[in-house]
């Protein structure tokens, strides 16, 4: 599809296949194991057993690769991705560069299954400073950070990256490919949980992982196809039908980010608030920009009574989805304060959210 379309329209039309007379806009999903096969022979590429090929999962990755601009393998969970790409490119010697600030279960697998393997791994902060790159294999940045919500300059890395001889991959999750294009911005490899904003339902688990280098491509495959981390068809199905509404839903939730951020604040209990469309490099390598603000509340007590006294906010772990969402990150072992909140605003009417937040704060405030 041509990228002269707007958003909405590309979210809602990348990868759907030619109208047929009598058959669905979006076809169903295909539930097969084995399929039937040409009595003289299988034919590789052909639809042969449901863990290598299954053609719900071929048209999510169709039209997740249109918007990524590459071309797209879907994962049982973004994690599975990032684990695909790490255990695809490293090896025993090599070094692994990553985000001291970014998704915490990237920096345990790591210090675990990657150190037992003899990967050596350097952290940097996502918004630096950054050390050499000379004898990095890999450097993984994750833009905005989850979840302090950091930025980094892709293109500025990867130029540093790419002259030291290493290879440069991006997490888009934050982001989504509506957002930010980290292919075009030099980065070899985009990886992302399509569970958050991109699918944007909180009902099911997605990964992927997009590049233009074919051998890179191949390589996270066969691992995908011995490994077995495929996501199901009826996930597929579930991702690619809600792909058609995440221009419409990233909007609303940037609109109401801006607007929760600048409430917070002017709201004293809030303290440290922060939202990327404050940043310049935002608006420079960002096109929306997520509705995630980050901020802090005096102690875990004073979070707990603001959760409580919510009506419209609900406590959980994900983010992205259509239902306005905080969690206390302290609690799963991010190095935060105990009330620092990264907050999801949802898809309510903005009006409706503030007046929510406000007497929820207000609340807390009074412990």
Request: net charge negative.
């Amino acid at each position: 599809m041509t990228t002269q379309y707007g958003d909405s329209t590309r979210s809602l039309h990348a990868g759907i296949p030619d109208p047929v007379p009598g058959a669905p806009m979006l076809p169903g999903p295909v539930f097969a194991a084995p399929y039937h096969l040409d009595p003289e022979g299988y034919t590789p590429g052909v639809d042969g057993y449901g863990r290598g090929d299954n053609p719900t999962r071929r048209l999510l990755e169709s039209a997740i690769g249109e918007l990524e601009g590459g071309d797209c393998l879907a994962f049982a969970s973004g994690q599975a991705a990032i684990t695909a790409l790490l255990l695809s490119v490293l090896r025993s010697g090599d070094t692994l560069m990553i985000p001291s600030d970014g998704y915490y279960n990237v920096r345990s697998f790591a210090a675990s299954t990657l150190a037992q393997l003899g990967v050596t791994t350097v952290e940097a902060p996502t918004a630096g400073p950054y050390p050499s790159f000379e004898g990095v294999r890999l450097v993984l940045l994750e833009t905005p950070a989850n979840p302090g919500l950091d930025l980094v300059d892709i293109a500025e890395v990867a130029r540093a990256a790419h002259a030291a001889g290493a290879l440069v991959a991006v997490d888009n999750t934050t982001a989504t490919p509506l957002s930010q294009r980290p292919l075009e911005l030099g980065a070899d490899v985009v990886v992302a949980s399509g569970t958050k904003a991109l699918a944007g339902h909180s009902d099911m688990l997605l990964g992927y992982a997009a590049t233009n280098s074919a051998d890179l491509l191949d390589a996270m495959r066969q691992f995908r196809t011995l490994g077995g981390a495929v996501p199901s068809p009826f996930d597929c199905w579930l991702a690619r039908r809600s792909m058609g509404t995440l221009a419409l839903r990233l909007r609303q939730q940037s609109a109401s980010g801006a607007a929760v951020a600048h409430l917070l604040r002017e709201h004293p209990l809030a303290d440290n608030v922060r939202w990327a469309g404050d940043s310049d490099l935002a608006k420079r390598q960002m096109r929306i920009i997520p509705g995630l603000v980050s901020f802090e509340l005096p102690s875990a007590e004073h979070v707990a009574a603001f959760l409580r006294a919510s009506a419209l906010v609900a406590a959980a772990t994900s983010f992205g989805g259509l239902h306005s969402s905080a969690d206390r990150r302290h609690q799963w072992g991010d190095s935060v304060p105990p009330g620092f909140v990264r907050f999801s605003c949802g898809v309510e009417d903005t009006e409706d959210l503030l007046a929510d937040l406000t007497q929820a704060l207000d609340t807390a405030a009074k412990l």
